[in-house]
């Protein structure tokens, strides 16, 4: 069973859904002593099972994959098209043709449950909330470690009492979606360090995210209680990622001084450097996930050279991303190394 605790390098790849986890480098990441985690969100149950096909090709090493766990509410039909009026011109401008209308998507959470119970990974991670306690039971009968990843005391509770294995704590600072577990849900902001130490007394290991710039940020979340950090956007720029050439150049172009979070891409709260479409955007977007991810989909792709249009997320440490490889930046924040 997977203990974050044993790990030779005390550094979890996060999982960066959308194109920057790939099979090399979730392969690298473990590899090189530390745990790769590949991002199961937005493939297919066949594209899942291909990619970690993908990473046993490349390493022998123990990997896991993370989900994000659904939730429907009620579709708010009038401030989808709001915000899709909103961003005609935009559309335009680029050339991108935006759905009316999209049709809620629980982004084949059972089907990839299914996958995953038979494919032998050391461990599945979950974002955006706690599944149901059978699912625990479930893995935990197949010998496969739970992680679940936490903005706040009360969901690790939630969390803890569902069955998870270990925790990821996730604080403020991390980049990508944060992972409230409702849609609705306002972020409690609170710090990794804070986070970490409050959740550490609830029984289970836990694992620190966000802020992660070199390895004194790793230092400081395993002297809070946690048993290793949860890194994402220091690999974002190593040669093993899917990062896109914009993205890539944005976390070292000096034009971009400061993250924020935001709904505009997705309708979930997400971190990355603040550009031109967040701060455009950032006040009239909805809480309406995933149809405003499906929504801004195609202008994300039709603006994919622009930086000023595309999502760039990143925690609050990404000054210290490096063309380096995976397996250089495990190194680097590896104490004592």
């Not at 005391?153 to 992972?179: M, N």
């Not at 150049?249 to 450097?273: H, I, K, N, Q, V």
Request: with cysteine; net charge negative.
């Amino acid at each position: 069973m997977f203990d974050p605790s044993t790990l030779a390098a005390p550094i979890v790849g996060a999982p960066m859904a959308g194109g920057p986890s790939t099979p090399e480098l979730t392969a690298a990441i473990s590899a090189a002593g530390g745990f790769g985690m590949l991002a199961g969100a937005y493939l297919t149950a066949d594209g899942l099972r291909a990619e970690i096909a993908a990473v046993r090709a490349l390493t022998d090493a123990p990997f896991g994959v993370n989900l994000f766990v659904p939730e429907e509410i009620p579709f708010d039909a009038e401030a989808f098209a709001g915000y899709r009026t909103r961003l005609l011109r935009l559309a335009e401008r680029f050339g991108a043709t935006l759905p009316e209308h999209v049709e809620y998507s629980d982004d084949a959470f059972d089907a990839k449950v299914a996958v995953l119970l038979e494919s032998g990974v050391a461990a599945v991670s979950f974002t955006f909330g706690a599944p149901a306690p059978e699912i625990y039971t479930a893995f935990a009968d197949h010998g496969i470690g739970t992680v679940t990843t936490v903005t706040s005391r009360a969901d690790a509770e939630r969390a803890v009492a569902a069955g998870t294995a270990a925790l990821c704590a996730q604080g403020i600072e991390a980049g990508g979606h944060r992972s409230t577990f409702g849609i609705l849900d306002s972020d409690t902001e609170i710090g990794v360090r804070e986070l970490v130490a409050d959740v550490s007394a609830l029984g289970v290991p836990v694992i620190g995210s966000g802020g992660v710039g070199d390895v004194d940020d790793v230092r400081a979340i395993l002297d809070a209680g946690a048993v290793a950090a949860q890194v994402g956007t220091l690999f974002l720029r190593t040669g093993e990622a899917g990062t896109k050439p914009a993205h890539r150049d944005a976390l070292s172009d000096p034009r971009f001084t400061e993250t924020a979070t935001t709904r505009a891409y997705s309708g979930r709260l997400a971190r990355g450097l603040v550009n031109d479409f967040i701060r455009d955007f950032s006040a009239t977007a909805p809480p309406v996930y995933p149809q405003v991810n499906t929504l801004t989909g195609p202008l994300r792709r039709a603006a994919a050279e622009d930086p000023q249009m595309i999502n760039l997320w990143a925690g609050t440490g990404w000054r210290g991303a490096r063309e380096v490889s995976a397996a250089e930046v495990v190194a680097q924040l590896t104490p004592g190394t």
